[in-house]
């Protein structure tokens, strides 16, 4: 009862109340909820203290930032309290448009970021891209097949795939990269490559369209991969298959600012449960290349069957 109480009387602030309503549907920085709310750093810091040790809310480190969410498992009726509450307090319809466009900028920085190395990729190093993992993925493929490539650059990847494909259908959320894609096809002769402007999470294909959904060094990139995952089920065909070639997870903090990383790559662990989540059967995962040079990233190839 004790803790009930105390939860209530938290919710009896109004503040509290409209941190809570924006963290259930995603997990922001302070700064954010500055930018959000209009209240100062302070303020801010106090209810989210006053939050968490009421076992409501719960961070995690992301660089030298720490993301705050809504603690999983909240009970029922605090949940229900709380989303009731939401016709008495006039700021937060206000709150969730401010919401929205928090995470439109999360998109426009990482878009940005790929917009400046539209047709440079092949001239700079990117981590995890080996020449080994594109074997290993090309061992998963049985020709002739629709092949998804989710989020494809500049579109190496889809190129290669294309040699061999039926048809490869490459999404990226950069204009400036599907114009880039779609122009060196053109040039390259290659009539089977489709370039469709696109976010991981909400993907411009029809459902059951490809054989063959691959996430090239990209869902490190998402952010929220589970999202991506979902995503990718519901555009395979019965029998599909999701391959995953990403970074397995390491603590080079610097990726976040030289290569626009949401996430430090993944454990296989966590790879397996968005593979089990995102609704994948007989998941496989194995390490298929490790750098020689610092920071010795080593990359990680998952698949899944749908």
């Not at 930032?65 to 939401?86: H, I």
């Given at each position: ?41 302070s303020t801010i810091s106090t209810y989210l203290a006053q939050l968490k040790q009421a076992s ?75 020449w080994q993992g594109l074997a290993e993925t090309f061992l998963m493929l049985m020709p002739p ?150 920071p010795y990233f080593e990359t990680v190839l998952a698949t899944g069957d749908k």
């Open positions: 009862m004790a803790s009930i109480l105390k939860s209530l009387k938290l919710l009896s602030e109004p503040s509290r109340i409209r941190i809570l309503l924006l963290l259930e549907q995603e997990e922001l920085s302070v700064a954010e909820l500055q930018e959000i709310l209009g209240m100062g750093q409501l809310v719960e961070d995690r480190r992301t660089g030298k930032n720490s993301l705050y969410s809504l603690r999983p498992g909240a009970p029922p009726e605090m949940l229900a309290l709380l989303r009731n509450s939401v016709p008495e307090i006039p700021e937060a319809s206000d709150d969730a448009d401010a919401l929205k466009l928090v995470l439109a900028r999360r998109q426009d920085k990482m878009r940005a970021y790929f917009d400046e190395l539209a047709g440079k990729f092949g001239r700079q190093y990117v981590p995890g891209r080996s097949l629709v092949i998804a490539d989710l989020g494809a650059g500049e579109g190496t990847m889809s190129e290669l795939l294309a040699r061999r494909a039926k048809r490869v259908i490459a999404v990226d959320n950069s204009e400036k990269m599907v114009e880039y894609g779609s122009e060196l096809a053109h040039s390259h002769g290659v009539k089977n490559l489709e370039y469709r402007l696109g976010d991981l999470e909400s993907l411009p294909i029809a459902k059951a369209e490809v054989d063959v959904a691959i996430f090239s060094q990209s869902l490190h990139h998402a952010q929220h991969p589970a999202n991506a995952m979902t995503e990718a089920h519901r555009i395979l065909k019965p029998g599909g298959r999701v391959i995953i070639l990403d970074l397995l997870k390491h603590h080079f903090e610097e990726a976040r600012t030289l290569y626009a990383d949401l996430w430090l790559g993944f454990t296989k662990v966590e790879l397996q449960k968005l593979l089990e989540k995102g609704g994948f059967s007989n998941p496989n995962i194995a390490t298929v290349h490790r750098e020689t040079e610092a």
